[in-house]
């Protein structure tokens, strides 16, 4: 076999690794699941009609609301994600795992490969379950099946930019606490974006920010595809920001993992 090969298969194995823990410590699935379906409840039926009159039109009311806002739950459930996974790379660090791994006759990053897939997969499955109730409780998009794979393929890409980040973040703490909360500004930028209401209708200074922060295009991209309004350049400005966390996130984890020392 070739070195592709070699790595493929130990990614694989690390892939199982990860999984299994997942089901073990089912926490992360339900972070995943349970804070967006709680936003999207709240939300939507206590300041739906309220929040919905305020998106224009005098018949605007609470079914227009979950339209608008599911893209802005969507991500929340993406920005929850990282959590368990730094929390997971803290402690195999902690327990020297990692060091033990970098005795052994693997691709290194196998190891790391490892934890992004394994969140990604799981990411999804919680989403899926988050779509699932949206459309029980009133989303209607209008998205056709060109507009649905892209719109996971979004949601993919933004899972693994953030989950690489995330690598890079539990290598960097220093305990398992620290590890559980740097991920945590994260889950609050969808609220300081175009989640919730339009970013027109904020303060200046706000506004501002929420326009060009980072989520508030991938959010617009979303809620485009979902939905035919229009979109723009948000997409390309979407995949952008993606691209960047991705590549920051892992040529950061890869220094980190590279310092890490080899287990005796």
Known sequence: MNTATFALRDTTTMLRRNLRRGGRYPVGLAVVIGVPLVLLLL??????????AGLGGQSAGRADYINYV??????????????????????DMKEGIIGRFKTMAISRASVLNGHVLGNTIQTMVGLVVVVGIGLAIGFR??????????????????????????VALGLFAKTVEGASNLPMPLVLLPFLGSGFVPTEGMPAGLSWFAEYQPFTPIMDTLRGLLLGTPIGSDWAIAVAWCVGFALVGYLWSIRLYEREPVSG
């Open 43 to 52: 939300f939507v039926y206590v300041f739906g009609d309220t929040l919905g």
């Open 141 to 166: 998009p209008t998205a056709g099946v060109v507009e649905w794979i892209a719109a996971t393929g979004l949601m993919v890409l933004v899972t693994i930019a953030l989950t690489w980040l995330a």
């Open 70 to 91: 599911f893209a802005g739950i969507l991500l929340i459930a993406i920005t929850g994600s990282p959590q368990s996974t730094a929390i997971s790379v803290a402690m």
